[in-house]
């Protein structure tokens, strides 16, 4: 991981986190954006609407445009059809690049608790994992999770290094141990903007 410059990147206002189904791109979106006084929005929650139904192009587009167009954001999630608009006005886009193992690993136990505890993935929608799509749908998260891991990884490389995205700075996270240092260089720098400064008497 390259050396971390806190105090300017805790200045940064549009961020968007990417990374495979699994690496933890939600709990770190909304950590970081409580660091950085950020709104922040899932792109799974703009896609998917009651029951499973999936929003068209059209609206996505819209929705993420809607998001995007603010001064503020944290935006978690990929849908490489969204980059046009979603990076239009991005700052930062922090590459959640963790091992394959520890990637299905985590989408597969956090796929099997919330199948047991039917937990409502989106509040009013009524969207609920199951263990019959966890292990017998080609629609399954951690099939996702599998499939899509090296294309995710040869996807955000190229990007990182493509001339049409020079703009953009990229942080790229390949360990747990990394987003633990990143979350707490944050932290450092918060605390240390809210800690009264002493005058010389």
Partial sequence: MKTVDFEQLSSLKRINVVGTSGSGKTTFARELAELLNLPCCEMDQLFWKTDWRESSYEELFRKVREVTSQRRWVLD???TRTTPIKWEQVQLVIWLDLSFVRTVFRVSKRTIHRAFTQQELW?????????????LSRESVIWWAITTHRKNRQKYRAM???????SIQFLRLRS??????????????????????????
């Fill in 123 to 135: 509040p009013g929608t009524g969207n609920r994992e199951s263990l019959a799509k966890a292990f």
């Fill in 160 to 166: 990182m290094n493509s001339p049409e995205y020079s």
């Fill in 176 to 201: 747990p141990k990394n987003i633990a240092y990143l979350l707490e260089g944050l932290r450092q720098v918060a605390v240390q903007s809210h800690t009264p400064k002493l005058s010389a008497t």
């Fill in 77 to 79: 999630g990929n849908y």
